[in-house]
């Protein structure tokens, strides 16, 4: 009597990795749609600024379809278990400083956004990066403020040399 012939196994799609490039197709698609929503004539038609968002909305949609390809052929490779302190430090960070943005200003929020991040990362103690950051993010509020003339939410510290 033979053996009868082993069936390859079957692999099954990743279905997180299909949620990815499902999410990629989605942002490709918003990206699409709001280059079309520029109402651009003539020459700058072509070439103006609804070149960037059409680019990379096609380049999204690359990523999208690779994506999909690798999770139909199955076989991922193994995932690390995410590390939750660090994760909740950086959505921490960035929570106060869209809270604090309006009424903080630009460089204190971005300076406590930068701290957190610098604690997850499990560098420095707050009590130096905080200033750390401060310092870092003002320069960045003057640089567009004043020197390319862009409006940035401007708290206490930037009204002192506004």
């Known amino acids: 009597?033979?053996?009868?012939?082993?069936q390859p196994?079957?692999?099954?799609?990743?279905?997180?990795?299909?949620g990815i490039a499902a999410a990629l197709a989605v942002a490709a698609a918003v990206l699409f749609w709001d280059a079309s929503l520029l109402n651009v004539k003539g020459f700058a038609?072509?070439?103006g600024p609804a070149?960037?968002?059409?680019?990379?909305?096609?380049l999204l949609l690359i990523m999208a379809v690779w994506t999909a390809v690798a999770a139909w052929r199955g076989d991922p490779p193994p995932r690390e278990k995410d590390d939750l302190p660090p994760i909740l430090w950086i959505i921490g960070g960035l929570a106060a400083q869209m809270l604090l943005l309006t009424t903080a200003g630009f460089s204190i929020a971005t300076g406590l956004l930068f701290a957190a991040t610098v604690k997850a990362f499990g560098r420095g103690p707050l009590w130096q990066t905080i200033p750390i950051g401060i310092v870092f993010a003002f320069a960045v509020w003057f640089i567009f403020s004043k020197g390319l003339d862009l409006t940035l939410p401007a708290g206490p510290l930037e009204k002192l040399f506004s």
């Open 1 to 6: 009597m033979s053996a009868a012939p082993e």
């Open 9 to 18: 196994a079957r692999r099954r799609p990743d279905w997180p990795v299909l």
């Open 45 to 47: 038609a072509r070439f």
């Open 51 to 58: 070149i960037f968002p059409r680019l990379i909305g096609g």
